[in-house]
């Protein structure tokens, strides 16, 4: 009888393609997995009320939000990781004078410290979740925050990133940088969850293509880069599979023999 394992995906790029669509051959894969008693989760950098919807589709009730800074666990929040909010309140104040604008983002809500920019517009858009940031410049004041976002053009993040020790800054977009607890990284988020769950090294699968999946992929044992991924990704990963766009998910399952 098969050993069980789990398998923790990336979202954008991993299980969704470039127009944010779930590959049928990634649903059923998915399905197949559980069917077989493996257990699946979530690892993005994306916030639990923009993926609610995916998860429901696909039946997961434990996931890594934020980067590793918010775990849940069928459906029980195990770990958070808060930014340091007196950190946050100056870097705030150095980025108005920059002109950068910045959202702020808990478990529920983002709220952004400007009514509208197109930087913000351009890089939530591609998202394709729906919703944008509505404007509360305070949103950041007296609550745990898990990641912000600042909005400037590549270069720029690095004059934050020499001031803001507590913080660790990865771009995603051309426009946008995820701010992050220091050393914070979905491979912490998953330290977490296998913790609780008793899963041994060698049980242990990650698929992600993204600059924030670089942690995880060399953390966990079994780790594989989508065809779609940066080479700098593919060469932090055990083994590469195919693009999202050519069913990656269910190949990369077969090479691992998760699934027939």
């Known amino acids: 009888m098969m050993e069980k394992s789990i398998i923790f995906f990336d979202i954008d790029g991993t299980l969704l393609n470039h127009d944010k669509k779930l590959p049928a051959s990634t649903k059923q894969a998915i399905f197949k997995l559980q069917e077989l008693g493996h257990e699946v989760a979530i690892a993005t950098g994306r916030a639990p009320f923009m993926y609610e919807d995916l998860r429901k589709e696909l039946g997961i009730r434990s996931f890594i939000s934020y980067n590793g800074q918010y775990v849940v ?3 029980e929040v195990i770990y958070t990781n808060p930014l340091n909010a007196d950190a946050l309140k100056k870097l705030t104040a150095t980025a108005v004078e920059n002109e950068h604008p910045v959202v702020y983002m808990d478990h529920k809500d983002m709220k952004a410290n400007v009514r509208q920019h197109a930087y913000i517009e351009e890089s ?37 990133r020499e001031t803001f020790k507590d913080f660790d800054f ?30 041994p090294p060698a049980r242990q699968y990650a698929f992600g293509d993204g600059l924030n999946d670089i942690e995880m992929l060399t953390a966990v044992e079994n780790s594989f880069a989508m065809g779609n991924a940066l080479d ?27 699934i027939e």
Request: overall charge negative; charged content about 30%.
């Open 73 to 75: 666990l069928n459906d």
């Open 124 to 160: 939530i858009g591609t998202l394709k979740i729906g919703m944008e940031p509505t404007h509360d410049p305070d949103y950041h004041v007296d609550r745990p925050l898990y990641q912000s976002l600042l909005f400037c053009e590549r270069g720029e993040e690095e004059q934050y």
């Open 232 to 258: 700098e990704v593919k060469k932090s990963a055990k083994f590469v599979t195919k693009s999202v766009e050519e069913d990656g998910i269910l190949h990369g399952l077969k090479m691992a023999g998760l």
């Open 170 to 199: 990865i771009r995603w977009h051309s426009y946008s940088v995820d701010i992050l607890p220091r050393g914070g990284s979905k491979a912490q988020g998953i330290a977490r969850m296998v913790e609780q769950l008793g899963y």
